[in-house]
Structure formats: structure tokens, C-alpha cells
């Protein structure tokens, strides 16, 4: 069992900047792969991005990879997802989610087994 922890969240002005952290509480993320996921209001959940944590190959959903970039702290123990030039369009929930899904099903929910509570951003415009 993995229980994940997500931080960074916030309201922030359209054009900032924001960094979301998922660490592991009580164990690794050694053989997972580590996504991030968003839901806006009455929408499907949405893949932001993903990484393997044993080899750090990441992919990206539609339009993601120009703004958002995901990254992995093997000292810290912990997954990243640095967000630029925020837009209202990306105010949703955040979700960290961890399984291991195999190589073409990164961006498919449902091969995920683990996920975080969510985390809230705001995108003021």
C-alpha cells in the first residue's frame, strides 16, 4: 500500500507560477511510474504528465509538456510537477497517482492503483 501526499496547491494570478510536490508516505516510489492528473468542475479526469522513477522517462498530455514539466528527486524521495505560465483554463484539482501501468498506458487513469488526496489550483485571470 501506497499513501500519497501532495503539496503546492494554491490561487495564483494568471502567468505565475506553481510547483506541486507527491511524496510517498511510509515507502517508495522505486518501480512506479508517478503521474499527475487534473479534474476541472463537470470534466473527465485529465493526464497532466508522467515519470518513471527508475529511469525518468516522462510523457506529457496534449499541450502540457509547453508549459508544465515533471521531475523526480530520488534524495528527496519525492515527484514534482513545476507549472508555468498558468492559465485559468488550468484551475482543476491536481492528482498524484502512482502504479505501474505498462508502456503505452501512461496516460490512462486506470492503470494507476495509488492516488493522493488532490490538491486545489486556482488560476485567477
Same mark, same amino acid.
Given at each position: 500500500? /501506497? ?6 496547491? &494554491? %490561487?495564483?494570478?494568471? #502567468?505565475? =507560477? ?6 510517498? @508516505? ?5 518501480r ?15 493526464? /497532466?504528465?508522467?515519470i518513471?522513477?527508475?529511469? &525518468? %522517462?516522462?510523457?506529457? #498530455?496534449? =499541450? ?6 515533471? @521531475? ?33 498506458g ?17 488560476v485567477?485571470?
Amino acid at each position: 500500500q /501506497v499513501h500519497l501526499v501532495e503539496s503546492g496547491g &494554491g %490561487l495564483v494570478q494568471a #502567468g505565475g =507560477s506553481l510547483r506541486l510536490s507527491c511524496a510517498p @508516505s511510509g515507502g517508495t516510489f522505486s518501480r512506479y511510474v508517478v503521474g499527475w492528473f487534473r479534474q476541472a468542475p463537470g470534466k473527465e479526469r485529465e493526464f /497532466v504528465a508522467s515519470i518513471n522513477w527508475n529511469v &525518468g %522517462l516522462t510523457f506529457y #498530455g496534449d =499541450s502540457m509538456k509547453d508549459r508544465f514539466s515533471i @521531475s523526480s528527486d530520488n534524495a528527496k524521495n519525492t515527484v514534482y510537477l513545476q507549472m508555468n505560465t498558468l492559465k485559468p483554463e488550468d484551475t482543476a484539482v491536481y492528482y498524484c497517482a502512482a502504479g505501474r501501468p505498462p508502456y503505452g498506458g501512461v496516460r490512462n487513469r486506470y492503470e494507476y492503483d495509488y492516488w493522493g488526496q488532490g490538491t486545489q489550483v486556482t488560476v485567477s485571470s
